[in-house]
């Protein structure tokens, strides 16, 4: 037989895809036979569909999920940005991720490295959130006016009961009205080592009657004009801490005597009717 006729007379050994020819040694080199080349073949190709049928599998198995179970898995996530990634899978983690910040009534920023974006976005789709900590952390918190803005935006800033804003020193009165002002709900409210001054005590004062403690540690530029107004309009007043700052004694007296049952933290002594003696306010 000739050349190009061996040529024109392949032996097709698999499903017409690979072929073996008989004349060619260094084709079936490796292989006892040309059968156990087959089967050989036959038998990685079973191996690599079964498993991407298992792989199918596995997806197809996560896509029949319901949205409201993703939402319970990703409510158990601590981790934003585990929830971030998992928000850009697919629309329907997108929409799971939404409904599990929807059911949280509390969101911590502390520890976290967050913009004003980031954090805007994540309290506007959490619509029953109760507490909201955007306190300072070890990563160095990025909140600015900007983000205050932002946040008081947010359908869940009316029902907000406790807001952590304390060490943000990239605030100013600015943000800190704006934020306050729709915040009708408040009980807490920490904004000790900030830079604000007795403008965001004057707007506390008159959009949060429910207040009943009040962070101010070490804001220096709050006067005791800023605190009088505080004491007189919000009657549920029972707290309020004043460590660091430069008001004198008498200040604090004073206070006493418009709300007798107020307590005074000044660093690790209470300031109250029965430690300071009521004087004449002149």
Same mark, same amino acid.
């Given at each position: 037989?000739?050349?190009?006729?061996?040529?024109?007379?392949?032996?097709?050994?698999?499903?017409?895809?690979?072929?073996?020819?008989?004349?060619n040694p260094r084709v079936l080199e490796g292989f006892p036979s040309p059968k156990h080349a087959?089967?050989?073949?036959?038998?990685?190709?079973?191996?690599?569909?079964?498993?991407?049928?298992?792989?199918?599998?596995?997806?197809?198995?996560?896509?029949?999920?319901?949205?409201?179970?993703?939402?319970?898995?990703?409510?158990?996530?601590?981790?934003?940005?585990?929830?971030?990634?998992?928000?850009?899978?697919?629309?329907?983690?997108?929409?799971?991720?939404?409904?599990?910040?929807?059911?949280?009534?509390? =969101?911590?920023?502390? @520890?976290?490295?967050?913009? !004003?974006? $980031?954090?805007?976005?994540?309290?506007?789709?959490?619509?029953? #959130? +109760?507490?909201?900590?955007?306190?300072?952390?070890?990563?160095?918190?990025?909140?600015?006016?900007?983000?205050?803005?932002?946040?008081?935006?947010?359908?869940?800033?009316?029902?907000?009961?406790?807001?952590s804003l304390w060490g943000m020193t990239g605030i100013?009165?600015?943000?800190?009205?704006?934020?306050?002002?729709?915040?009708?709900?408040?009980?807490? =409210?920490?904004?000790? @080592?900030?830079?604000?001054? !007795?403008? $965001?005590?004057?707007?506390?004062?008159?959009?949060?009657?429910? #207040? +009943?403690?009040?962070?101010?540690?070490?804001?220096?530029?709050?006067?005791?004009?800023?605190?009088?107004?505080?004491?007189?309009?919000?009657?549920?007043?029972?707290?309020?801490?004043?460590?660091?700052?430069?008001?004198?004694?008498?200040?604090?007296?004073?206070?006493?005597?418009?709300?007798?049952?107020?307590?005074?933290?000044?660093?690790?002594?209470? =300031?109250?009717?029965?430690?300071?003696?009521?004087?004449?306010?002149?």
């Amino acid at each position: 037989m000739e050349a190009h006729e061996l040529i024109k007379s392949p032996i097709n050994l698999v499903d017409n895809s690979i072929m073996f020819n008989q004349t060619n040694p260094r084709v079936l080199e490796g292989f006892p036979s040309p059968k156990h080349a087959v089967c050989l073949v036959r038998e990685r190709r079973k191996k690599n569909e079964e498993r991407r049928m298992s792989n199918s599998n596995v997806e197809a198995e996560i896509d029949r999920l319901p949205v409201d179970l993703l939402a319970h898995i990703f409510f158990l996530f601590s981790s934003f940005t585990d929830l971030a990634q998992a928000s850009s899978v697919c629309r329907k983690w997108r929409e799971g991720v939404k409904q599990s910040l929807a059911r949280k009534e509390r =969101l911590s920023f502390a @520890g976290w490295k967050m913009d !004003d974006d $980031s954090t805007a976005r994540l309290v506007r789709f959490a619509y029953n #959130l +109760k507490e909201l900590d955007i306190s300072r952390s070890c990563w160095g918190c990025q909140i600015t006016d900007e983000g205050l803005y932002k946040i008081s935006l947010a359908k869940c800033v009316s029902n907000l009961t406790s807001i952590s804003l304390w060490g943000m020193t990239g605030i100013t009165d600015r943000g800190v009205i704006q934020l306050v002002s729709r915040a009708n709900s408040l009980h807490y =409210l920490n904004i000790g @080592g900030t830079f604000v001054t !007795d403008e $965001s005590l004057y707007a506390i004062a008159a959009s949060c009657p429910h #207040l +009943k403690t009040i962070g101010l540690w070490s804001c220096r530029q709050v006067t005791e004009s800023g605190l009088v107004v505080l004491v007189n309009n919000c009657h549920k007043l029972e707290s309020i801490n004043v460590f660091g700052m430069r008001v004198p004694i008498e200040c604090f007296i004073g206070l006493l005597a418009i709300s007798p049952a107020l307590q005074i933290k000044a660093g690790r002594v209470n =300031l109250n009717v029965r430690r300071i003696p009521l004087l004449p306010i002149h």
